[in-house]
């Protein structure tokens, strides 16, 4: 129970970050760039992923196949706060993950990204 307590502790200690992360299947290589306004639910997605209830049809068909072990979530960048009023953290996270989906192109035989429409 203690530790528990202590993992809690731990959790809520980390302040509430948005970011941009990629999830790497290890097996065909294949790469899903996402954005989050909170990088502590990353967790939460793994759940989705083992529930079989993510949204995106290709990602979920790999990890069923390949298993949880198969797949590695990295966070690529985190969201630098402003003091400036005008900062807006949705467009700053909108902009970050256009600059890595350009980088990273994950699509078709590269990734589990639908190709922005231009």
Do not use: C
């Not at 290589?29 to 939460?44: R, S, V």
């Not at 960048?77 to 953290?89: G, I, L, Q, T, Y």
């Amino acid at each position: 129970m203690e530790q528990k307590k202590e993992l809690r502790r731990q959790f809520e200690a980390v302040p509430v970050e948005a970011g941009i992360y990629e999830v790497q299947n290890t097996e065909n290589q294949k790469i899903f760039i996402g954005k989050t306004p909170n990088l502590k639910t990353l967790n939460g997605m793994k759940h989705i992923l083992n529930m079989g209830a993510n949204n995106n049809k290709e990602l979920q068909a790999d990890w069923n196949h390949f298993g949880q072990d198969a797949f590695t979530f990295t966070i690529l960048e985190v969201v630098e706060k402003s003091e400036d009023p005008s900062f807006n953290e949705k467009k700053a996270l909108e902009q970050l993950e256009e600059k890595w989906l350009i980088e990273k192109q994950p699509f078709g035989e590269r990734g589990y990204n639908r190709k922005p429409k231009a």
